[in-house]
Nanobody
Framework: QVQLVESGGGLVQPGGSLRLSCAAS????????MDWYRQAPGKRRELVAA???????NYADSVKGRFTISRDNAKNILYLQMNSLKPEDTAIYYC?????????WGQGTQVTVST
């Protein structure tokens, strides 16, 4: 069965960096787009960044120039490099993939940006 497992979250000061990873298993992911979403307390889940099977990327305006999404198809791992973090980036970050019209989500990893 498909499993997505995120890691790399934590507490970081404003201006700091974190690298999130999402290990995918149970299917072949190289032919599908994969995404990072986040959900802050009291807010709706929002798309942060996406990468297609061919490597094209798309970002939310709020993270452009600070976050970079990438993937290692050989290892089935999705990454999110987050630089210049701000308190408003605090949220639970989720890995997502849509495989054959079915959505799969990881359990999420908490990112907290605070002094």
């Amino acid at each position: 069965q498909v499993q997505l497992v995120e890691s790399g979250g934590g507490l970081v000061q404003p201006g700091g960096s974190l690298r999130l990873s999402c290990a995918a298993s149970g299917d072949m992911f190289s032919g599908y787009a994969m995404d990072w979403y986040r959900q802050a307390p009291g807010k709706r889940r929002e798309l942060v960044a996406a990468v297609t099977s061919g490597g094209s990327t798309n970002y939310a305006d709020s993270v452009k120039g600070r976050f970079t999404i990438s993937r290692d198809n050989a290892k089935n791992i999705l990454y999110l490099q987050m630089n210049s973090l701000k308190p408003e980036d605090t949220a639970i970050y989720y890995c997502h993939v849509n495989l054959r019209m079915r959505n799969y989500w990881g359990q999420g990893t908490q990112v907290t940006v605070s002094t």
